[in-house]
């Protein structure tokens, strides 16, 4: 039984991860804004765990679809503080409680890779989150990982203002060559593997799952 902390596993992505790990016998910590924590504050209270962690998954994140004539430096730095810097003051607060060869997993988005239009602001913060992964690796090496996972589309409350558009959800399938967008199983899978001993040869990582594009 290993125990990890989701943050972020109330919908999407996070809640099937949730339910995948306590399948396996698994023991989750959570948290998330609905928990009345805000990332965004300055110092966040973040709550105390019970006990040592075996793996740390940070799941808070935006789709913010804007041209960047109408993006607001607020709009920048709200996204900043989601995809980012939240990550980093949860990392910070947590990794003391992570065990030796535990691992953390981040979220990035093909959007960081591809360069979409409209994508300016959030896929800015998520290109932080790849540079943050690929140098934070290198430190914290042997005793723990830390890889980050770029999804394309996924059917999920935060993504419904897309998918549940006839039109918009028609011209986002024809874009991905394997005909579908993702679910949250699919990205959920890759996460608890990265965070078992099976991944424990990869760390650094930015892995795409992007139907084709």
């Known amino acids: 039984m290993k125990r990890f902390l989701i943050v972020g596993s109330t919908s999407g992505i996070g809640e099937s991860l949730k339910k995948i790990a306590e399948n396996q016998g698994d023991r989750i910590e959570s948290f998330s804004r609905s928990n009345g924590v805000d990332v965004r504050e300055a110092r966040p209270e973040f709550p105390e765990l019970e006990e040592k962690i075996d793996g740390l998954v940070y799941c808070p994140g935006t789709i913010n679809l804007k041209p960047f004539s109408s993006l607001s430096i607020e709009d920048f730095q709200n996204d900043l503080d989601v995809n980012f810097l939240g990550a980093v003051k949860v990392i910070k607060r947590y990794i003391p409680s992570i065990r030796n060869k535990g691992a953390i997993v ?38 723990l990982r830390i890889n980050a996972i770029a999804p394309t589309l996924t059917e999920t409350p935060l993504s419904a203002f897309i998918t549940d558009d006839s039109k918009k959800r028609e011209a986002s399938v024809k874009r991905h060559p394997i005909g579908r967008l993702a679910l949250p199983g699919d990205i959920a899978e890759l996460a608890y593997f990265l965070l078992s001993e099976k991944a424990s040869m990869i760390t650094g990582a930015v892995i795409p799952v992007s139907g084709g594009i």
């Open 106 to 143: 981040l979220f990035s988005s093909i959007a960081a890779s591809k360069g979409f239009a409209f994508h300016a602001s959030t896929a800015a913060s998520k290109a932080a989150v790849e540079g943050f992964v690929r140098s934070l690796a290198q430190e914290i090496a042997p005793k």
